[in-house]
């Protein structure tokens, strides 16, 4: 069992920014990839960021691109999501998710390739 906790989330006027982590405890060793993901009102939960474990490898959705950058500390067995440059539309539910197992690029970005995940923090961004 991973446990997972989301910290950092709150209020930010648009052009902002926003760093919220994830810190990981119990079996973190088995653990091979961190994904961010977010769920606005009325919408369903989407890919916003994963990184691996062990190297370190990215992934990004487009809206995110160049704005969002994922780090992972692992001394810690934090993972962060700093967000820079954020809009209105970035207002949402943020979720850290963790896997055990291999996974591609394309698996990573799917919310179902997921074991482990976190209650969430709200982020909000005002206009």
């Known amino acids: 069992q991973v446990q997972l906790v989301e910290s950092g989330g709150g209020l930010v006027q648009a052009g902002g920014s926003l760093r919220v982590s994830c810190a990981a405890s119990g079996r973190t060793l088995s653990m091979y990839a961190m994904g961010w993901f977010r769920q606005a009102p009325g919408k369903e939960r989407e890919f916003v960021a994963a990184i691996t474990w062990s190297t370190a490898y990215t992934v990004y959705a487009d809206s995110v691109k160049g704005r969002f950058t994922i780090s992972r500390d692992n001394a810690k067995n934090t993972v962060y999501l700093q967000m820079n440059s954020l809009k209105p539309e970035d207002t949402a539910v943020y979720y850290c998710?963790?896997?055990?197992?291999?996974?591609?690029?394309?698996?990573?970005?799917?919310?179902?390739?997921?074991?482990?995940w976190g209650q969430g923090t709200q982020v909000t961004v005002s206009s």
């Open positions: 998710a963790t896997r055990r197992s291999f996974a591609t690029k394309y698996e990573l970005q799917l919310r179902t390739e997921y074991t482990y």
